[in-house]
């Protein structure tokens, strides 16, 4: 399985932009991010397959944006108009095809914080 490395989380203010970089030490069919916050569920924030085709949360279509480079095996996510309610970890997941993406290989998480 490759290894996932997060970078990018950080604290913003309200309305702020960040940027999160998931590393890959090799290729997946499947990439997602998803994320968690103190007491809740995780769930899942946006997916991206090898060939670019992205599905992301209804309530964050609009604001994030799922990457991939697959010749750096890079995933990102760009996320925009950042609200208080995404303060979350968010981690990087992988895995094959098939029906479906089925998420295998898990990062480490990158700690997102949205004051005011």
């Known amino acids: 399985q490759a290894q996932l490395v997060e970078s990018g989380g950080g604290s913003v203010q309200a309305g702020g932009s960040l940027r999160l970089s998931c590393a890959a030490s090799?290729?997946?069919?499947?990439m997602g991010w998803f994320r968690q916050a103190p007491g809740k569920e995780r769930e899942k924030v946006a997916s991206i397959d090898i060939y670019g085709r992205t599905s992301y949360a209804d309530s964050l279509k609009g604001r994030f944006t799922i990457s991939r480079d697959n010749a750096k095996n890079t995933l990102y996510l760009q996320m925009n108009s950042l609200k208080p309610e995404d303060t979350a970890m968010y981690y990087c997941?992988?895995?094959?095809?098939?029906?479906?993406?089925?998420?295998?290989?898990w990062g480490q998480g990158t700690q997102v914080t949205v004051s005011s």
């Open positions: 090799g290729s997946s069919y499947c």
């Open positions: 997941a992988a895995g094959p095809g098939g029906n479906g993406c089925r998420y295998n290989n």
